[in-house]
């Protein structure tokens, strides 16, 4: 017995969404990783849904950034946010040294397999300057530590580095 041709998907997941607000079907955006909309793939149906004008709201929940520079004990007052930094060395450096040209604190994101390699980076630009790095904020195993960035890159090189880190200079 032949099985039934699967009908074809005429609409992206955005699309589909999108159509739903338009009929005034309500939706809710959710993450198991943080805060839509930020460094997020929900940025996309956000932006649609404003160029549908159509109506959205937000309500708050964990971010990771803003939580682990809360928790870091740095200036809040005024800061920027820098979301993820290249991959590469010298395009990673290049980014740092224009970061340690604000006079703000800077905040950015960096994943597990290149925090060690970043955090030296960040000793070569910023020099013997206190960080913050957070790990898995708002999580289970959230660890913050505090120092030089070779010594938390030292304490870090104990064991793979695991988890998603925010580093606040």
């Given at each position: 017995?032949?099985?039934?041709p699967?009908?074809?998907?005429?609409?992206?997941?955005?699309?589909?969404?999108?159509?739903?607000?338009?009929?005034?079907?309500?939706?809710?955006?959710?993450?198991?990783?943080?805060?839509?909309?930020?460094?997020?793939?929900?940025?996309?149906?956000?932006?649609?849904?404003?160029?549908n004008?159509?109506?959205?709201?937000?309500?708050?929940?964990?971010?990771?950034?803003?939580?682990?520079?809360?928790?870091?004990?740095?200036?809040?007052?005024?800061?920027?946010?820098?979301?993820?930094?290249?991959?590469?060395?010298?395009?990673?450096?290049?980014?740092?040294?224009?970061?340690?040209?604000?006079?703000?604190?800077?905040?950015?994101?960096?994943?597990?397999?290149?925090?060690?390699?970043?955090?030296?980076?960040?000793?070569?630009?910023?020099?013997?300057r206190?960080?913050?790095?957070?790990?898995?904020?708002?999580?289970?195993?959230?660890?913050?530590?505090?120092?030089?960035?070779?010594?938390?890159?030292?304490?870090?090189?104990?064991?793979?580095?695991?988890?998603?880190?925010?580093?606040?200079?």
């Open positions: 017995m032949a099985s039934k699967r009908p074809q998907v005429i609409f992206s997941t955005i699309e589909y969404l999108i159509r739903l607000l338009k009929e005034g079907r309500a939706v809710a955006l959710v993450s198991d990783a943080g805060t839509p909309g930020i460094l997020d793939p929900g940025y996309h149906i956000i932006n649609l849904a404003i160029k004008n159509i109506e959205i709201t937000a309500i708050p929940g964990p971010t990771a950034f803003v939580n682990a520079l809360i928790l870091s004990g740095k200036p809040t007052h005024e800061f920027y946010f820098a979301g993820f930094l290249p991959n590469r060395k010298l395009a990673r450096r290049n980014k740092l040294a224009a970061l340690s040209k604000l006079k703000v604190t800077v905040v950015f994101y960096e994943s597990p397999h290149r925090i060690l390699a970043c955090l030296e980076d960040v000793q070569a630009v910023f020099g013997e206190n960080i913050v790095v957070a790990r898995e904020v708002t999580k289970k195993f959230e660890e913050i530590k505090r120092g030089l960035p070779l010594e938390i890159a030292k304490d870090l090189s104990q064991q793979r580095p695991r988890g998603e880190f925010v580093v606040i200079i």
